[in-house]
Every structure is written in structure tokens, then in C-alpha cells.
């Protein structure tokens, strides 16, 4: 992390804060976490009550849309979290698969990003 200042770090994980902020108020929105595991499950509004076969429908239709969004939003998740880490162990800023730096422009772009933009 040496191409990247304190200062770039700071404004780094405050973005990267500030998108976590967002993303688990979305899942929260469209999907619930499940038991133990902590992952995000899509959901429908009605929390599972008894429907007439109109709103079943409906439900329907909102499940399918609400599950590819909720895996999306978790998938997400899991990036900005795995950003966080690598800060902590000094590895954030470092292409995961080339091992070069990537450039600052990039991270301020996509805080999460684990790769440069070859290895993309």
C-alpha cells in the first residue's frame, strides 16, 4: 500500500464505509438474513402470510425479482467487506492476481476493487 497515502486510505474506507451503509440498508429492504450463515435471502413483502391467489401472484413476481437483486447486493457485500480486510492486513491496493499495484484512480472509482483493470 505504499502508492497509497494515509490520507487516500482515510477517504478510501469512508467510501467504502459509506457503500456498506447503503448496501445492507438495500438487503435489508429487498431480502432478510437467514439463520446462522448471514447470508441474505430475497424476500416478499407479505412475510410469508396466507394470500389471495391475485396477490400470490404478486408475490411471486416480486420473489423473482428481489432474489437476483439480493444475490447482487451480497455479492457486493462480501467484496466491500473483503476490501475492509485486506486494509487490516495490509494487502489493499495490490492486484489479487498480478500482485502490482493498483492505481489510486481505480480504488477511488470501485474502493472494493481486488484487482486492476487488466485483471479485471
Known sequence: MKHITEEQLEELR???GAERDAVEEELATYGRVQNDTGDWQGSTSSGGQEADPNDAADQIEELVVNVPLVEELEKRHRDIVAAFERMEDGTYGICEVGEEE???DRLEANPAAAT???HA
Open 14 to 16: 469512508g467510501a467504502l
Open 102 to 104: 493498483i492505481p489510486f
Open 116 to 118: 486492476c483493470i487488466k
